[in-house]
């Protein structure tokens, strides 16, 4: 993290002062803000009017609050997500691209148009309707980057029916839990997965976690690869590309409310069960829309590249609403940054001309580690705006994406923002906020950042000042509730810091007004962007027979930012012997298992005891410190019921290493 009372300041860029002209300037922003600020419903119902194609005209911009978590937007309107993404533009403009998908295997994508993403959207909506999926009912999305992930999406969206994603990264056993939880009926999945050149076996994974799924009635198989082997279950099972082919071309668009749900995803919070987080329709296109216009500065031929998963909020908003909200190309990356080699990126972009490329900090990292070579003698000269998300970019990693990526002509947007906020909250605008390498900068209309005492909940004021991070009012595209558990919704947002959303993350805010992202307060890890809980990476950990105590903490890495570090006791019986090797593999399958591969831990400590107070408290912050190397530094460590202990847990954590 970067220390941010020195940190310089980069003016707008070259290739944001010509053509196009970017839609906001510093003046337009600051107006534009205080205006959002002040009179917020004048502001909101006017952008709403400009941006949202309305069935039925809303009457109340907004109602209720965070006082009583009854947040409410544009509550009598009624519209319709997939026809504001796809029809309006294949009305406008049919053969326009909207849909690159790009292939594991270089050469092997192909593009959809509008019209052909509109007929592909109606086929499948079709499809759903006829195995009985009516509005507000919940389908399950298992499927890698392929363009029936976006069409999955839309086609719910446009029957009124509520997607739930899980990312196909997910094991059988997250994949069951969400698919139970949010009551699904119907699953979409695909035969086998391309990443990287390996093949992953989709369908059995959702063969694994369907047997407790007693309410799954129906499982439309998408063909990726074309594996005959893979086993379809009779009366469940069906050829996605079979069913949707009987389908008429055209679907009516279901109106639904503002408020009715747009799909339900899954994140980790600090406890062990994953949250169902809520999205309403009207809000989050609106949110999504308006950031993809003004914070990558979007103009109607650009083409956009989010290098997210689908399977993630940064992919629902980000490669499909916002950008197709906005009628531009967006491209669906179905590879990773290193294959087949570590120039891929840099290959999309030239081939496809890309104007706006958005990715993680970790992402930048590992290719800065790789070497300039491989980006060199790309020609990145169609990008406008790149931009990173997912959690605080060193500067190093910013200075290297603006000089080799960017070249430094182009505007860099360190977007923060949440699952639950469903668009950006705090991002520099291309056109109109001087950046400064590791800081969001400033605030997106209507958002008003607070920084709070945490101990006191007091608003820390002026400038220089560190706590954590709140929002003072509601904004459109926030979550609503938490499926099923709204007082969970309460309790972890609206609570802690009455009549503020209260993010879980700490911030400071600079001598210039910019806020300072520090990085999650509560027991939630950052693991190359993805959202990880250590309570629910412990109970993994505690599934396994012999185990009798977890705990999960957070060491820095340099390219994944945090990895996970587990330090866990062995019961007494426990009769595998010293053979920690083949123990630590153990550990290692049933998390893959119980969550999925990118919650492997990178150390797993075996101690014989964990730093306890008397009072049976585990002592976190000593674990943090070992994790951290910073063992030497504990303080007092007196009040633990046994210190000899720590000096044990230190050995154990160097030979890990
Ligand atoms: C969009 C997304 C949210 C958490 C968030 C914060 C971290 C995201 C960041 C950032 C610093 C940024 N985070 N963007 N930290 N700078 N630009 O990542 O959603 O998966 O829900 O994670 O990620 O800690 O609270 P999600």
Redesign the pocket.
């Known amino acids: 993290m970067a220390e941010y009372r020195d940190a310089p300041t980069y003016d707008i860029p070259k290739r944001l002062q010509g053509n196009p002209k970017p839609h906001i300037d510093a003046d337009t922003y600051k107006k534009t803000y205080e205006a959002s600020i002040k009179n917020p419903d004048e502001f909101w119902a006017k952008i709403a009017n400009e941006t949202i194609s309305w069935d039925v005209p809303f009457r109340t911009t907004r109602a209720g609050g965070f006082q009583n978590g009854d947040v409410a937007w544009f509550p009598e309107g009624q519209l319709n997500a997939a026809y504001n993404c796809v029809d309006r533009w294949a009305f406008k403009n049919p053969d326009k691209a909207a849909i690159i998908y790009e292939a594991d295997e270089p050469n092997q994508g192909k593009t959809l148009s509008y019209s052909q993403l509109l007929q592909q959207v109606c086929q499948l909506a079709n499809a759903l309707k006829k195995r009985g999926v009516k509005k507000g009912d919940t389908v399950i999305i298992y499927l890698p980057m392929i363009p029936e992930a976006a069409v999955a999406l839309l086609a719910c969206a446009r029957i009124g029916a509520v997607h739930s994603v899980v990312f196909a990264g997910f094991s059988a056993d997250s994949l069951r839990d969400r698919t139970v939880d949010c009551e699904a009926r119907v699953v979409i999945t695909t035969d086998e997965g391309k990443r990287g050149g390996r093949t992953i076996a989709t369908k059995s994974i959702v063969d694994a976690a369907l047997k407790d799924c007693p309410k799954v009635e129906h499982c439309l198989v998408v063909q990726r690869t074309g594996n005959e082997q893979v086993s379809m279950t009779k009366g469940r099972d069906e050829w996605y590309h079979e069913i949707t082919a009987k389908e008429s071309p055209y679907c009516p668009p279901t109106p639904v409310a503002s408020e009715d749900p747009l799909f339900i995803l899954y994140?980790s919070g600090s406890t062990g069960k994953p949250k169902g987080v809520v999205h309403t329709t009207a809000g989050y296109l609106l949110g999504t829309g308006l950031t993809v216009k003004h914070v990558f500065d979007v103009h109607e031929n650009d083409r956009f590249a989010c290098m997210a998963d689908i399977g993630?909020?940064?992919g629902h908003s980000y490669i499909v609403y916002g950008p197709l909200m906005n009628g531009v190309t967006s491209l669906i990356f179905e590879s990773t940054p290193v294959y087949p080699t570590a120039s891929r990126y840099w290959e999309v972009v030239q081939q496809h001309k890309i104007t706006q490329f958005y990715t993680a900090p970790t992402s930048i990292r590992l290719l800065r580690r790789l070497g300039d070579d491989f980006v060199k003698d790309h020609d990145l000269s169609s990008l406008r705006v790149i931009g990173?998300?997912?959690?605080?970019?060193n500067p190093e990693a910013w200075n290297w994406y603006n000089e080799n990526v960017g070249k430094k002509e182009c505007a860099i947007v360190?977007?923060?923002?949440?699952?639950?906020t469903g668009s950006h909250l705090?991002?520099p605008l291309p056109g109109a906020t001087k950046t400064k390498p590791g800081s969001?900068t400033v605030p997106f209309w209507g958002i008003e950042p607070v920084l709070l005492d945490p101990t006191t909940g007091q608003e820390l004021t002026g400038n220089e000042v560190e706590g954590v991070l709140a929002v003072r009012q509601p904004w459109p595209s926030m979550a609503r509730t938490i499926f099923n558990d709204h007082q969970r919704f309460l309790e972890t947002y609206l609570h802690p810091y009455k009549g503020f959303y209260f993010?879980?993350?700490g911030a400071a805010r600079d001598k210039d007004g910019y806020i300072w992202?520090k990085?999650?307060v509560d027991d939630?890890l950052?693991v190359s962007?993805?959202?990880l809980s250590t309570a629910e990476i412990e109970s993994a950990l505690i599934s396994h027979p012999g185990v009798a105590e977890a705990a999960v903490v957070a060491m820095p890495d340099e390219t994944t930012g945090q990895a996970i570090c587990a330090y866990v006791t062995m019961k007494a019986d426990y009769e595998g012997g010293d053979d920690h090797e083949s123990l630590k593999k153990e550990l290692v399958v049933t998390v893959r298992k119980s969550i999925g591969p990118f919650s492997t831990p990178k150390i797993i400590n075996i101690v014989p005891d964990l730093p306890k107070t008397r009072s049976g408290k585990i002592m976190r912050r000593i674990l943090r410190k070992i994790a951290s190397n910073e063992g030497d530094q504990l303080g007092d460590i007196s009040s633990l019921a046994d210190p000899s202990i720590v000096e044990k847990i230190k050995d154990q954590h160097e030979k890990s290493k």
């Open positions: 994140t993630w909020i940064t990173t998300v997912g959690e605080p970019i360190d977007t923060y923002w949440q699952t639950e705090i991002t969001a993010t879980g993350d992202i990085g999650r939630v950052n962007g993805h959202r």
